[in-house]
């Protein structure tokens, strides 16, 4: 089955019992036993639920893994992943990732023991430099996110068996449509399904797959556990926003490369960054390791004042935070996604003031450059 096809027929098409081509939503949370200790699959909607493991069987087909999982967001899967380490372990994260996951790093795990080294991952040889004696994993986002940098994962993949680490991949901003980061080596693939997945603005989510059963069964005993689920309403809305993924990822792909080019052409535009664009540090390894180069574009128009007033004045780029869904986005990472991060940290790794952010979304292309250049002229 290729890959469009997955996305309609994958997981579970069509209910067993009615023939009902969408999967129903079984909003329950308890199942009657036939006699003690004898249920039919389900016994507590915390456990398993017919409607989450529907979307859960989905994404471990679309991700090419052993066994999917759904959480009540991306945080919650990314916390449940993390809990798989025990205190004194060490882990060496990309030093650009999704600023929450800095956040849960730095501020809740560490307390817990769970110690990191933050590299640019870009730099195989940087992660390499950090390993140390309790290192247990590699945990990166290609590309990465305000940066848009881009990490080669079959390499890291190569340390990581040399070394007996884990290699966890956040898949977020290219999903399973364009690049599969187990087929390239990962132990662990994880997403916000609240951005792509979902693409509609309208649901909150994360998912998380493995490559094999012995780390699908610790990943099943922590969701237990920890207990952050994704309910069924929400997993049966993912379910739907997947449908359509590949028709909205190859429009905001079309959409986005165009949109790079016409802004690297102009003068007042410091810098642009989009793996796509031939002159990016990463376009070798995007090409060789992924189907597309996404939907995400930063360019940094030189100072924060400008940039406040370019966000001020778009009109179909709406102000917010969060990307993937089909409305444009735009926000500017030093003050809204990024703010958690301390300001001199926010300078080495380049998040400067100016830089933009764009989440290119499914409207008309031409409205959406009109848009830009009347904010940018502004
Ligand atoms: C949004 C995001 C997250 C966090 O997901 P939530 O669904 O907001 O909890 C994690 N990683 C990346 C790359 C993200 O963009």
Redesign the pocket.
Known sequence: MRMDTKLIHGGVFADERTGAVSVPIYQVSTYKQDAIGQHRGYEYSRTGNPTREALELLIAELENGKRGFAFS????A?STVLSLFDQGDHLVVGDDV?G??YRVLSRVFNRLGVAVTFVDTSDVSAIQKAVQPHTKAVFL?TPS?PLLKVTDIAAVAGICREQELLLIV?N??LTPYWQNPLDLGADIVLH?A??YLGGHSDV???LVVVKDEELGESIHFLQNSIGGILPPHDSWLLMRGIKTLGLRMRQHEESAHQLAEWLAAREDITTVYYPGLSNHPGYDIARRQARGFGGMISFDVGDGKRAERVLENTRWFTLAE??GAVESLISVPARMTHASIPVERRRELGISDGLIRISVGVEDIDDLKEDLEQALNT
């Open positions: 967001s991306g945080m919650a990314i999704y929450g996951t986002e996110n956040d977020t901003f916000s609240t951005k909150v989510a994360g969060s990307l």
